[in-house]
Each structure stands twice: as structure tokens, then as C-alpha cells.
């Protein structure tokens, strides 16, 4: 009798156990759901009690933004007249070779390479073995939000990339890129450092006026705190909004971290996918009559509220 009590009481205690754990009653929203979850996690460690809210707290910064009493950027407003000086300018130094100064400004130099060997990927894409060489040219000095105008001729043969950038230390970038083969197009783009994504925020624009390779123009990148505006010969060409970089968490990727002003010309020819973008690879067999690139001159205003601006 003894053994068939307990039985009965072992069964009666499993069944009251198995309703306190039944799943939440049919009309418990998802909401109500989330909101336990997150009230059981406060009780475990002292988190914010919003789902976004926790997320940026575990994310380190997005990026840094400058307030005032903070220290500011020291920037420089200035005019350089390439054809006269190349004062607050710096090329690399195993590049000397690939630059001159001219009556048109600084003429870049894509030198060819010492073996040219065409390959083909397991696609059939071409690509060179080795690449020419050309020159990367950087300000001196930082800026962090600001409007800088270059004045330029891009190289003309497909595969050569001129470039005309703002690069930060951390990864931050903005780009006008020029391919020598798009003779009436220019490319913009933007990267955010802590997480580059490629194929995501370019843009191709048509260049009026004249061919990019032959012709001069005014290219501008306007950058603010809110958006960033690319002009060609005073026109804007295209804008990028900073709310619109923003994902669900808060996290904004938009470029904030100072930078330099960047010039390039380079060889996209190396990789077979970066020869198909750039309009190559380049044939270094055929004749070539100079891939040159020509800076005429860069105007850098530094925004005052973010920069402590120099003479």
C-alpha cells in the first residue's frame, strides 16, 4: 500500500512540474516574448534593457565623433600649384622615377614592368604575372571633414587606374577612381573601415566635356559630418547621406576618421577580377607612347568646426 501511494504522489508531482513548464499561453505577443528575455538577462548583468541598446554596448564605437572641448585635427588650407611646387606633398620614395614636374603639373609615370607575362585564371579571365609600376603622391597633413577640389587629366589606356582619394590611418577612405578605358566616366566610391565591403558603394558618372584622358577637369569631394558630395567641374554628381549607411544596431558606417588627400596611378592589371573592372589587362607587348596621368593642381578647405586650422 505504502509502495502504491508514493507511485500515485511520484506521478501527481511530475504532472504539476510538467504544467509549470508548459509553453506561454497562444496569446502571448512575440513582443511580450522579447521583453522576458531581456528582463531575465538584467537580472545577470547590468545591460541596458533595449535589444539595440545592448548591441551597441558590445560593439566597440562605429567611429569617432568630435564634440566640443575635443581635441580637433590640424589641418592645413592651402592651394598647390603642381607645375610650381610640391611644398606639403610627399611621393614614396622608391617611386622618384615615375613623376615629373611639368608646365601641365606633376606627370605621373606607369612604368613597365621587367617581365611582361600574360596568365589566364581558371575562368579564361586574363591577367599579368607582373605590373607596372606608378606613383602614389600624399599630403603632409590631415584633415577630418573638409572640401578638397583637384584639378586632372587621367591616363587613357585600359587596365591604368588614376586615382584621386581621402585615406585614413584606420581604413576610412573616399575615392574618385578613373579607368583608362571608360574615356567619358569616372567612378566614386567610399569605404568604412572597422568593415570594408566591396562591390557596395561605388557609383559611375558621365564627365562632360571632353574625355577624362585628354581633357581637364575639376573633380571635388565635399565632406561633412551628414553626407559626402562628389562634384565634377562644380556639379554634384552624386551624395551619400550618413543616416542612410546606418544599420538596425545604430551603427553607422559612414568614413569620420581624419585623413590624408591621396593621388595614384597604379596598375589594375595583377589580378584577373581587378583587370576585368579596369578595362584591361594592359598589353605591354604592343607599343606604348607613355601611360601618364597629369595633376594640374588641389585645393584643400578644412572644415573649421572639426579641424584646428594652420597657416
Given at each position: ?49 533595449n ?58 609615370h ?20 607582373i ?21 586632372l ?14 585615406m ?47 581633357t ?13 558630395e ?36 597604379w ?35 578644412c ?9
Open positions: 500500500m505504502v509502495l502504491i501511494r508514493s507511485l500515485f504522489l511520484l506521478i501527481f508531482i511530475t504532472v504539476a512540474l510538467a504544467q509549470d513548464v508548459e509553453d506561454p499561453e497562444p496569446d502571448a505577443t512575440q513582443s511580450e516574448l522579447d521583453d522576458q528575455a531581456i528582463v531575465s538577462s538584467v537580472m545577470y548583468a547590468p545591460v541596458p534593457t535589444r539595440i541598446a545592448v548591441n551597441r554596448h558590445q560593439l566597440p564605437p562605429p567611429e569617432y565623433i568630435a564634440t566640443s572641448g575635443e581635441q580637433k585635427t590640424v589641418c592645413k588650407n592651402h592651394r598647390t600649384d603642381f607645375s610650381k611646387d610640391t611644398t606639403g606633398w610627399q611621393v614614396e620614395n622608391s617611386m622618384q622615377d615615375t613623376y615629373d614636374i611639368i608646365s601641365n603639373g606633376l606627370q605621373f606607369l612604368l613597365s614592368p621587367s617581365k611582361y607575362i600574360r596568365m589566364h585564371d581558371q575562368n579564361n579571365l586574363p591577367y599579368n604575372e605590373g607596372g609600376r606608378g606613383p602614389t603622391l600624399n599630403a603632409t597633413s590631415y584633415m577630418r571633414y573638409g572640401r578638397v577640389s583637384a584639378t587629366r587621367s591616363a587613357g589606356t585600359g587596365g591604368a587606374v588614376t586615382a584621386f582619394i581621402l585614413a590611418d584606420g581604413g576610412d577612405e573616399i575615392d574618385f577612381e578613373f579607368l583608362g578605358g571608360d574615356k567619358d566616366l569616372v567612378q566614386s566610391n567610399y569605404f568604412w573601415g572597422q568593415s570594408k565591403e566591396y562591390n557596395v558603394n561605388g557609383g559611375i558618372h558621365k564627365v562632360e566635356g571632353g574625355h577624362i584622358d585628354t581637364f577637369h575639376k573633380y571635388t569631394i565635399d565632406w561633412k559630418p551628414d553626407r559626402i562628389w562634384l565634377v567641374d562644380d556639379k554634384v554628381v552624386r551624395t551619400r547621406i550618413r543616416s542612410e549607411t546606418c544599420d538596425a544596431t545604430g551603427v553607422c558606417k559612414f568614413p569620420s576618421q581624419p585623413a590624408r588627400v591621396q593621388f595614384g596611378l596598375d589594375g592589371s595583377i589580378e584577373s577580377g581587378t583587370a576585368e573592372w579596369s578595362k584591361g589587362p594592359i598589353d605591354w607587348s604592343a607599343p606604348q607612347h607613355g601611360i601618364q596621368a597629369f595633376i594640374k593642381s588641389v585645393q584643400v578647405d572644415n573649421p568646426e572639426y579641424n584646428q586650422i594652420v597657416n
